[in-house]
């Protein structure tokens, strides 16, 4: 198996779908001839052509909108938003279209497509380039919201997300982009969607994350474990829909929960997180669900950015906080 950095195996999947299916096609701004704004797409359009990986202009809506006219169609688009911030032209679209089409017809139309985004802080980005929004995606009815924390999980997702028969908004942690290589077993290799990833078995706390937080829990696990603290680390991998069976089953064994995310902290996904726990696992807990969170803020510029976002320093202050309720 190859070593890859998430870049080079989301390029993977895209090229062996692209050669295992004809009718999957991409488009977003300069996605071919530039080979994406992060080069996740560089060299598709050399192999595949202008007509599989296709330049658009700066028109976010007319990106998901055509893409869904191709998925209406017949064609398994994968449509790519520069950077999560760039979503909201393109919202109406998801919204009032794409997540309705199979409750709108009765079953008879899915709108099987992928959109694709940077998302998250961590690179020091000009304002609209850091969002954190997904929880808005969450709440909308019709679409799966998939996050991956590891390229072999970049790879194996994608590949799924490409063939399954509904919208998929496919979420990339951009500070993790070329962060770290591991092996990508490529091919047939795919991830189920919907599915947690245990990182690592623990029986004192539980801590929950995804995207580039699974990197900061794991390092706060590590420190802990010098402390003779067992955390153990659910990756969710999958928003929505959420793999509800995994967070039962890790907090009932633990006890105690710690949720991190950069999104900011009010209605984020960590409050639908801890309702969960408080409904299912409330005579298990040995103290309230914590969240460590960015905050209600608009992501400060980059001078600022690591004022906002969680670290280790801020996960092991939740972590004591629950240890020693």
Known sequence: MAQMNMVEAINLALREEMERDDGVVLLGEDVGREGGVFRVTEGLQQTFGEERSIDTPLAESGIAGCAYGMALMGLRPVAEIQFMGFLYPAFDQIISHIGRIRNRSRGEYSAPLVIRMPYGGGIHAPEHHSESTEAMLVHTPGIKVVVPSTPADAHGLLKSAIRDPDPVLFLEPKRIYRAFK????????????????????????????????????????????????????????????????????????????????????????????????????????????????????????????????????????????????
């Not at 995310?261 to 960590?270: D, F, I, N, V, Y």
């Not at 309702?275 to 969240?291: F, N, S, T």
Request: charge should be neutral.
């Open 182 to 325: 591991e092996e990508v077993a490529g091919g047939e290799h795919l991830t189920p969607l919907g599915c947690a990833r245990l990182v690592c078995e623990g029986r004192d706390v539980t801590l929950i994350a995804w995207g580039a937080m699974v990197r900061e829990a794991r390092q706060a696990a590590e420190q802990l474990d010098r402390e003779g603290i067992k955390a153990e680390i659910l990756d969710l991998r999958t928003l929505s829909p959420l793999d509800t069976g995994a967070v039962i089953a890790s907090v009932a064994k633990t006890g105690r929960c710690v949720v991190i995310h950069e999104a900011p902290r009010t209605c984020g996904l960590g409050a639908e997180i801890s309702a969960l726990v408080m409904e299912r696992c409330l005579l298990d807990l040995r103290a309230p669900v914590e969240r460590v969170t960015g905050f209600d803020t608009v992501m400060p510029l980059p001078k600022g950015e690591h004022f906002y976002l969680p670290d280790v320093r801020r996960i092991l202050r939740g972590v004591r906080k629950v240890l020693n309720f």
